[in-house]
């Protein structure tokens, strides 16, 4: 069975750092290109940022640009988003994606407030 999990989601402080992963399993991640993206409360979902199959090309949405880091582990199986500099407006439900298969995780939430 295809399936993508999503993880590492929480409450953190404006400013604060969190790592999220997706791990997949019944399928090769190296054989995707992956994709975040994120949907906050009232909005509708927008990309945030892919990374090609090899890793060694990335694209980031203008409002995660340079705080956002897409990277993949094909070995382990899994994707992951280190997100910096996290602001109130990064609140959202984060998923991942696999473009190749049309196949979406079941998001994890990230909350940025004081």
């Known amino acids: 069975q295809v399936q993508l999990v999503e993880s590492g989601g929480g409450l953190v402080q404006p400013g604060g750092s969190l790592k999220l992963s997706c791990a997949a399993s019944?399928?090769?991640?190296?054989?995707?290109?992956m994709r975040w993206y994120r949907q906050a409360p009232g909005k509708e979902r927008e990309f945030i940022a892919r990374?090609?199959?090899?890793?060694?090309?990335?694209g980031y949405a203008d409002s995660v640009k340079g705080r956002f880091t897409i990277s993949r582990d094909n070995v382990k199986n899994t994707m992951f988003l280190q997100m910096n500099s996290l602001k109130p407006e990064d609140t959202a439900v984060y998923y991942c994606?696999?473009?190749?298969?049309?196949?979406w995780g079941q998001g994890t939430l990230v909350t940025v407030s004081s």
């Open positions: 994606n696999a473009a190749c298969l049309n196949t």
């Open positions: 019944g399928f090769s991640l190296s054989s995707c290109v």
């Open positions: 990374i090609s199959t090899a890793g060694d090309s990335t």
